[in-house]
């Protein structure tokens, strides 16, 4: 009851998106017969009703701030297909081993490759939808740079009072700088959608070396020489150094006490 209270206090608040946007303030709540909260209405800054899930909102105390559903849906497709690729690749590791037949696993195998090749449908459905938002952001951008060098030139001739023009520059650079935030964050995901696709063959191979014990070995024996050859390299300098002098001090140090001895009694 504390979380519905809660969420019951929130109606009137005011709703911002991730970067700190006012879209409007909530209205209501959509719940399901058996009283699980499912939506959120908010009533937007224009007047309009949007019915936004409770999954796209963070409530934070009196701040309610929606997610976007891209990012939203990124981040659940980015746990999906890992998880179907390590699944299908965990049922190929079984029927090997043989603890499964052979039409069992086409047919689990089918249906998961069903699955993936929906959910690449919709990361590429996604991916376009994250292009179309990166061109609103550039068009914005663009749009709130000309408002800068207007706002430039009319105060640079008097036409704008300073106060005015610090406070109309002090807005668009604030707009600019959370419409350069959410490029940004536009970019970083669809850089993380495009990962977890070219994963898509990287990923089993991967497991498959980790799960298999002979590769690991064998894969294990090519690291003892590269050690041994960098003590050989290391070793060679010291023999020259070493064996050499060794060999050569012998018959040296006759002649050395010799002309120690010499020059002593020279000195004397």
Known sequence: ?????NLFL??????????????????????TPNGKFDAVFIELNDGKFARNSLENLKFNGSEV????????????????????????QALKNLAEKGKISPDLYNEI????????NQLKVDAQSLSEDIDEELARCDEEIKTLN????????????GKIADEHYRAAFGLIQD?????????????????????VLLGDSPAPEE????SNEPIDEK?????????????????????VIEEPTEEKAKPQDPPVVVYVKEIGKAGL
């Not at 976007?68 to 390590?86: T, Y």
């Open 219 to 239: 894969t294990a024996l090519p690291e003892p020489p590269a050690p041994e050859a960098q003590l050989k390299v290391t070793d060679e300098p010291t023999k």
């Open 207 to 210: 497991e498959i070396e980790i």
């Open 146 to 157: 000309y408002a800068v060098v207007h706002l430039e030139l009319e105060h640079e001739i």
């Open 10 to 31: 929130s109606i009137g608040k005011p709703v911002k998106d991730e970067y700190g946007r006012s879209l409007g303030k909530v209205a209501s709540f959509a719940l």
């Open 109 to 116: 195998h089918n249906n998961f490759e069903g699955v993936l």
């Open 175 to 195: 707009s600019i700088k959370r419409m350069n935030t959410e490029k940004s964050d536009l970019e970083h995901t669809k850089s993380k959608l495009s990962n």
């Open 1 to 5: 009851m504390t979380q519905k209270s």
């Open 65 to 88: 701030t929606l997610i976007s559903k891209i990012k939203s849906n990124v981040n659940v497709l980015c746990d999906q297909l890992p998880l179907i690729w390590r699944k299908d």
